[in-house]
């Protein structure tokens, strides 16, 4: 899954030729754990909590969300994002951030606000699609 989605590079501002050993090691180092989500055997997705940035704002997680390729509308994405904020409250932190959501990305943005999530801030023109060319890419934060 992840090789799939980081070589597209159209969802996550991530080299697309990143190595196999390197993309394992970002997914997996997040320090609050990494988690995928399987059905009678068959990974349907996966996503990291990891801290947000330390000091006086480690109290804010961050996450990285991938489905599996043929899991797309099934509700995947919006479980495994009921389990992190689970998980995220239980490992108390006392907020959720997603840093860089991309404005086309209009499936994850429907999803993050049903869940309560606020665009907060907005980068304009920050990451270059290869399909749409330059798209804003927003902020969007939730307290748990």
């Not at 480690?58 to 995947?76: D, E, K, L, R, Y």
């Not at 994002?81 to 991309?102: G, P, S, W």
């Not at 049903?114 to 939730?142: C, Q, S, W, Y």
Request: charged share 20%; aromatic share 10%.
């Amino acid at each position: 899954m992840l090789k799939q989605v980081f070589h597209a590079g159209d969802t996550y501002a991530i080299d697309p030729d990143i190595g196999q050993d390197d993309a394992l090691a970002y997914w997996t180092g997040a320090d609050a754990g990494s988690y995928v989500i399987e059905v009678d055997g068959r990974l349907l997705g996966t996503y990291y909590i990891k801290t947000n940035t330390q000091g006086g704002g480690a109290h804010v997680c961050n996450c990285g969300f991938i489905t599996a390729p043929n899991s797309g509308g099934q509700g995947i994405a919006r479980k495994m994002l009921e389990d992190a904020l689970i998980r995220a409250k239980a490992a108390t932190y006392k907020a959720m951030q997603f840093n860089f959501v991309l404005a086309n990305n209009v499936r994850a943005i429907d999803i993050w606000n049903r869940a309560g999530f606020e665009t907060v801030g907005r980068l304009p023109n920050a990451f270059d699609h290869p399909k749409d060319g330059m798209i804003d890419a927003l902020v969007m934060f939730r307290a748990l």
